[in-house]
């Protein structure tokens, strides 16, 4: 049935980037220079007139990316844990963006790959993963100072182990996140500097099973961001610590501290390229009270793109390709983390 579910969410992300495609295409279509067919007799090739090969060069030219407008507004963050940095949504606008994530792991135990074995020497336990995420991201500008949030992500995580008997998958609808963010420096004519603060809740909504990535748990989130954007250029900061009450299976999830950076520079009028990193650093879970030594940092970093479509100055399609630059884990048989993530996000605003 998760299969199912999440081949449906496939299908229709991809249906969705599909018909974004179409009216682009069209337009493309309706540029060209139509003239009537001419006889061909065979083995010849139709050459059209100078006069048309002008016009069709000049229709190239002006499709060429050109330098950015000054003060173009590069994209924000493309990778899923980013808050939006210190801007605030305008009043009565909606963003809806689907990202996606992939992520290939192996086994670490402290700042160093693991692997298991048992007492007769043979490599036992899980051997790496490979994880996709789809997230659903809505927010929403409720006046000059406040705005509104929400994530679903849906974790999809087949695990390989040794004996490949043994592979196991987990993953299902996770909790949702609600934030609610306050305005505290607005951006203006001559004030390139937005500051905002940030109060949420981890809502009990997902999945709950053996396999089951909801943990049945309330969650506080608190934090707050800063951007500076000038020059067709963009910089965006956040942090935020979560919190949260014992939940399914007498599991209190971790308490951990997150912060996410991004920077943009408007390439040219519909491409944006930059760099985005983030650092998470987790405490230990607590089952029946008792803490798991499952406490990890991580900080992963790396390139990225965005692609602004030129028809709609509202929508865009951007990836971050991130690596590894910091792992350190307590659990002392180790633990599954990605070794490369990528991450791609369409959002449109209206």
């Known amino acids: 049935m998760r299969n199912v579910f999440f081949r449906r969410l496939q299908a229709l992300c ?4 599909f018909a974004a495609c179409l009216p682009l295409a069209a337009g493309a279509a309706e540029s060209l220079p139509v003239s009537a067919p ?14 048309e090969l002008t016009t069709q060069i000049a229709g190239a030219a002006e499709k060429t990316p050109q330098a950015a407008p000054k003060n173009r507004v590069p994209g924000p963050s493309v990778t899923d844990m980013a ?4 801007t605030l949504l305008s009043p009565g606008k909606w963003f ?13 135990k402290g700042g160093h790959s693991q692997t298991n074995h048992n007492s007769k020497g043979q490599a036992v336990g899980p051997d790496g993963n490979n994880r996709i995420t789809d997230s659903l991201k809505i927010r929403y500008g409720i006046n000059d100072n406040w705005d509104i949030r929400m994530t679903v992500p849906y974790i999809n995580n087949d695990i390989d182990h040794h004996s490949p008997e043994h592979d196991s998958w987990a993953g299902g609808v996770n909790d949702m996140n609600v934030v609610l963010r306050r305005k505290v420096v607005g951006l203006a004519p001559g004030q390139p500097f937005a500051v905002s603060f940030d109060v949420g809740a981890s809502l009990p909504t997902g999945e709950v099973g053996e396999n089951n990535v909801g943990t049945g748990a309330w969650g506080v989130l608190i934090g707050g961001g800063a951007s500076w954007i000038a020059d067709n250029q963009r910089v965006d900061l956040d942090a ?28 040219t009028d519909w491409i944006d390229l930059g760099a985005e990193t983030n650092v998470r650093v987790s405490g230990a879970s607590k089952e029946d009270g008792e803490g798991q030594d499952d406490g990890y940092t991580e900080w992963y970093g790396g390139p990225k793109v965005e692609f602004h479509i030129p028809d709609w100055d509202n929508m865009s399609i951007g990836t971050a390709v991130l690596f590894p630059i910091y792992r350190q884990y307590d659990n002392p048989g180790g633990q599954l983390s990605d070794d490369v993530r990528i991450e791609s996000m369409v959002s449109v605003i209206f």
Do not use: C, I, K
Request: no cysteine.
């Open 83 to 86: 808050w939006p940095g210190g």
């Open 240 to 267: 935020r610590y979560g919190g949260y009450t014992e939940g399914a299976h007498d599991t209190t999830p971790a308490n951990y501290f997150q912060s996410d950076f991004n920077y943009a520079y408007a390439a």
């Open 14 to 17: 991809l249906a969705g980037m």
């Open 38 to 51: 001419t006889p061909q007799t065979a083995g010849t090739v139709e050459t059209p007139p100078a006069s």
């Open 96 to 108: 809806f963006a689907n990202q996606l994530g992939y992520g290939h792991g192996s086994m670490r």
